[in-house]
């Protein structure tokens, strides 16, 4: 069955906000075996597509997130002097040093990057995609080939017995 470019286009839209196959496809009213080919069909469409949905939530929250690392960085900032300022005598380093290394990780964890593709990029890498199943399915092909010749040699070699029939 065809698909309108418009279903196609809410499909890529629905992926890339996070809906399930299932989802989707109780929505569009298209198979769920369908929803699954056109991930992979559309994987790089609905990368892109996510890429800019990121952006927007980066953009809308940015003053948020912005706090949030000026806050984390601070606080590093703090823990570390008190670190190297501590009697390590009186309070354990390992307890300073383990806020030290959650707080560095709550940092990293605060920061991303969105990854954007052109229309070229997309392209590219579908090509890549295409290549890479076309030489999955020469394996395939070959080692089916292989396979089948091996069973019809089993099939036609002649079993003990019906070689020694004949000999006197």
């Not at 009213?29 to 992979?40: E, F, G, H, L, P």
């Not at 953009?59 to 806050?71: A, G, L, Q, S």
């Not at 309070?91 to 300073?96: L, R």
């Amino acid at each position: 069955m065809t698909h309108s470019p418009e279903i196609k286009n809410k499909f890529i839209e629905m992926r890339a906000e996070g809906y399930t196959h299932g989802a989707i496809a109780k929505e569009l009213k298209i198979a769920q075996n369908t929803a699954v080919n056109w991930s992979r069909e559309y994987s790089e469409e609905i990368a892109a597509r996510k890429a800019i949905k990121d952006e927007e939530m980066i953009e809308k929250y940015c003053m948020t997130t912005e706090k949030r690392i000026e806050m984390f960085g601070e606080l590093l900032l703090v823990l570390r002097a008190e670190f190297a300022n501590r009697d390590l005598s009186e309070v354990p380093a390992n307890k300073i040093f383990d806020m030290i290394i959650k707080c560095e990780k709550a940092l990293g964890a605060e920061i991303s990057y969105p990854t954007f593709l052109t229309d070229d990029d997309i392209e590219d890498k579908k090509n890549d995609r295409d290549v890479v199943e076309w030489k999955a399915k020469c394996v395939r092909d070959i080692l089916a080939t292989y396979k089948a010749s091996q069973a019809s040699k089993t099939l036609s070699k002649p079993t003990a017995s019906e070689s020694t029939e004949g000999e006197p």
